[in-house]
């Protein structure tokens, strides 16, 4: 098989990268090891209001749940600051629907997909990767590409294998647990998050609605913890006398919260979406970044492919980082100064900052809010909280 670009992995980045390149009328295959696209999903589903639009990806309730209108945060102590828009600000999809139609939304474009068809390695000519070695329905095939774009996922194997370094250390993980599972008592309209480091070390414990009475409840900490993220999940829920023998679904999955990789593209080689970790450090969602990846990475598959020059693929990696690079780098620092905040730090804030400050924060115009904050007779009063909130401005 040979074609201008192979596309592995129909998650979120890899269908956006082929659709807009089969738009532009080169040759796509798109490939993912899943038997049925998007099954099994590893995600809580929330995503922000203005992707729709922004990366032109139809309205269509098939894969909404259900839209959001802000969110509620609960501090250890039991603090609460809620966030309410009058329009929807998010919706919680269906991504199990959501990955298959992206396939599809490319399909449509003209590009091939294959589900069942796993990249086992890459084929290296004459010192380049000049395809994929993959098992489609278990028989071995090989894939000849100009292009060849790595949107595999967090356990991304085929950047590595043709040479670009995807390192991390554990620390810069997540782990995840997730039941989707009927639960009552919490406002519908809202997803709820629970900060704490007895609560969720690191990271947070989320509600996110996808019925008035069904919801994603998860949790996310860092990697490297002596406790696991189930054991967390579990302690949370008891202790809120949350019953859960109702568990319709559980996802386990990992999320590269830091630690961008650098070089985005080596010779015909592109990495995308969570296989680049491109995600959000912050709260650790991953979707928007990888639609943003994916067509900036897309912009310079054209431009190579017409201009029939492989090196223009350099401009990927380098407009990714003069623009979410640079934004994401500044939302990791705020994550590794907010790692150093106690419980009696996060009640104080939760308790002090209202929700013009949280909506500031939300669209990440954290500098007026830390300002405030400073002024604060609790914070003027410890040198540590002073010197931590300097550190973000
Ligand atoms: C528990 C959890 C909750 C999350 N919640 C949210 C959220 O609410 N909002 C949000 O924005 N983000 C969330 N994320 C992050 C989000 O899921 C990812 O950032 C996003 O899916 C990244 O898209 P991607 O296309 O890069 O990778 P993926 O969606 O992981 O897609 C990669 C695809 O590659 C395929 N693949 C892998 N290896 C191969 C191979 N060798 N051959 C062929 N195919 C292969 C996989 O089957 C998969 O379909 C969450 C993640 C987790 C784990």
Redesign the pocket.
Known sequence: MKYDVVV???????PIVARNVAKAGFSVLL????PAIGTPK??????SMTVFKKYDIPYDRRYINREIYGAKLYSPSGYELELRYKEASGVILERKVF?KMLAYYAAKAGADVLAR???VDVIKKGGRVAGIKAKHEDEPVEIYADVIVA?????S??ARKAGINTYAPPHEFDS?Y?YEMLIEGFDPDLIHLWFGNEVAPRGYVWV?PKDEDRANV?IGINSDNPQTAKYYLDKWLKENNIPAKKLLEI?V???PVGGFVKELAKDNVVV????ARQ?NPMH?????E?MEAGTIASKWIVKALEEENISLLQNYTKEWWETDGKRLEKVLKVRKVTEKLTDEDLDLFIQVLGSADAEKIASGNYGGVIKALLKHPKVILSPRRIKLLRELL
Do not use: H
């Open positions: 592995v992995g129909a998650g979120i980045a890899g490939i993912d090891k899943k590893q995600c809580a589903e929330g995503i990955d068809t796993e990249a949107a595999d996922g967090v356990e194997k085929i995840s997730e996110f998860g996802n999955g990992v999320v995308v979406g969570d296989a995600v650790g969602g991953g979707m928007a990888a």
